[in-house]
């Protein structure tokens, strides 16, 4: 079983996704549960303002002009920093796996310069799921990537409000985009990028227009090819993932 320890070796973060539709619904995201949508629609909030309120729609379907947005969140649990990826494609593994490795670039790889393991707690189910053979392919190219082994830890099924990102960061991006509706992802991005607490907290913020088609399969063989290591206990849930050797 891995340890949730600080040590000079380790850079440790937690990850999770929201759902976010355009026009949406806007002031009610608790990490993947009841998804709120984007653009200017009626929310469950309020904001005391002054003149020139804005006006919004009584429904949150999406707008197929407008798209939808996927903020993908990567918590710093050490530094108290946050990286939200915000995608407008799907929700994949491959788009997880790429919200981790532009917070390695942008921010991880300078708060952890001595880091030579990487440990990432998620949640049991969606795109990082304990049983998506994408998602460790995924792992697999970015441990490569990174050049470091990747540890992860899965919480049990039925525990996602253990995530430390739930309570942490998407808590305080939620109180602070309450009332503001979300009508593009400048909007969204500039409102996520200035959230802060003043316990420190600090979020960057980045869209990713890259496209992650769904319905990808990964056969037997390839999953086989993942240089996989299972933790004595529970090995489905906790596992590390070493990269590929690279031919000279």
Not at 10 to 23: C, D, E, H, Q, S
Request: hydrophobic share 40%; aromatic share 8%; charged share 20%.
């Amino acid at each position: 079983m891995f340890v949730l320890a600080r040590t000079i070796t380790y850079a440790t973060i937690f990850i999770g996704f929201i759902l976010v539709f355009l026009p949406a619904r806007l002031l009610s995201w608790s990490g993947v549960t009841k998804p709120p949508s984007i653009g200017v629609a009626q929310g469950m909030g309020m904001l005391v303002a002054g003149i020139g309120a804005t006006l919004v729609l009584v429904h949150d379907f999406m707008d197929k002009d407008l798209g939808k947005a996927i903020p993908y969140g990567v918590y710093d649990v050490t530094e108290n920093q946050g990286w939200v990826s915000v995608g407008i494609d799907h929700d994949t593994a491959r788009f997880a796996a790429e919200a981790i490795r532009r917070w390695w670039k942008q921010m991880g790889s300078k708060r952890h310069r001595g880091a030579r393991e990487l440990l990432i707690t998620a949640d049991g189910g969606g795109s990082n799921g304990s049983r998506c053979r994408l998602w460790k392919l995924a792992l697999q190219d970015l441990a490569s990537h990174l050049g470091m082994p990747i540890h992860v830890c899965h919480f049990p099924p039925g525990t996602s409000k253990w995530n430390k990102i739930e309570h942490r960061m998407f808590c305080h991006i939620t109180q602070n985009w309450r009332g503001h509706p979300l009508v593009s992802h400048e909007v969204i991005i500039n409102l996520i990028a200035n959230t802060a607490t003043q316990q420190g907290l600090t979020i960057q913020a980045q869209l990713d227009t890259a496209t992650y088609p769904t319905g990808s399969k990964v056969t037997d063989e390839e999953l086989a090819r993942v240089k996989l290591e299972p933790a004595e206990f529970h090995g489905e849930w906790n596992y590390q993932i070493v990269p590929r050797q690279t031919k000279k």
